[in-house]
């Protein structure tokens, strides 16, 4: 948050634990809430809010997918890295729920105009992720694709 609050962006964090919270409010709007056990506290009326850029690390819920897909703006730009299969032979996390499968964001992003994609091995720290940068079509999209950049 701080890196995008130093540039002038306006800035919005959500967390469970009161301390990373307490830490990110210096640098924007924080929300504390619970997002795998309770509502999705991001609503304006029925759908989810809306942002040009949303960007995730380092978390991984399934569940999650379709309404993070959702709260980026027609236009808006989501990033996303967390580990992957693989990880579980170098450190933590090491449990399936927690690694996504091979290619698994690709799939979960699904309409949105993949822009850049990696997935593999990572030294320092020694780990295995996926890296995703992706935006939302809109009506100035009028084909669809974008030049793709797979890394194995």
């Not at 809430?33 to 991001?42: C, K, R, T, V």
């Not at 995730?56 to 980026?72: A, K, M």
Request: net charge negative; glycine share 8%.
């Amino acid at each position: 948050m701080k890196w995008f609050a130093d540039k002038g962006h306006a800035v919005l964090g959500v967390d469970r634990s009161a301390e990373a919270i307490h830490a990110a409010a210096a640098f924007g709007e924080t929300v504390l809430a619970d997002i795998e056990n309770g509502p999705w506290p991001l609503m304006n009326g029925e759908q989810p809010r809306q942002f040009d850029a949303v960007i995730v690390t380092n978390y991984l819920w399934r569940p999650l997918f379709p309404v993070i897909v959702q709260s980026v703006a027609p236009g808006g730009l989501l990033i996303y890295e967390t580990f992957s299969e693989g990880n579980e032979t170098v450190g933590k996390p090491s449990r399936p729920d927690f690694l996504l499968r091979s290619a698994e964001l690709l799939q979960a992003c699904n309409p949105m105009r993949v822009i850049a994609f990696e997935e593999g091995f990572l030294e320092n720290p020694p780990r295995f992720v996926q890296r995703l940068a992706a935006a939302q079509p809109d009506s100035r999209d009028v084909t669809g694709t974008s030049p793709m950049r797979y890394t194995l």
